[in-house]
């Protein structure tokens, strides 16, 4: 089975720019229920399909597929849950990890997040001066919670 285990920060301040490149994403989904999400994802010339199970602390079952762009575009078009995501997504290696920050547009503007891959729940990482509170807990912080209840929503 294929897991995953992720922690996800608040970012603070621009130190971690530098001179990464972004990469825009479109994604939506096609159900977002607590013991499954099944995401569409779409950049300019790639398309995933995405199912997830329920998390279980950290860890949690996950399965991805490469699809055509153009099966993508169509699904996020037509078939996915409104409002989709969009985001820029920038690669920062720190410590030898790998950071991959999420500048979200649309819907969520404003949100800034750094997620990190780990091999086991309680490994100790090195972080990053621009990283934030952690909000791996906190589910209003998923991309799935965030299409029921997009941040700009959010009262400061």
Known sequence: MAVEIERKFLVKG??????????????????????????????????????KGAPENLKRPEYEYEIPVKDAEEMLDSLCIRPLIEKTRYRVE???????????SGENKGLVLAEVEIQDQNQEIPLPEWIGEEVSGDPRYTNAQLVKNPYIRWNP
Do not use: N
Request: glycine share 14%; charged share 35%.
């Open 14 to 51: 621009e130190g971690w720019r530098g001179k990464v490149k972004g990469v825009f994403y479109r994604q939506g989904y096609l159900s977002t229920e607590k013991e499954r999400v099944v995401r569409v994802r779409a950049t300019k010339d790639k398309g995933f399909l995405t199912i």
């Open 94 to 104: 720190h410590g030898g990890f790998v950071w991959e920050i999420d500048v979200f």
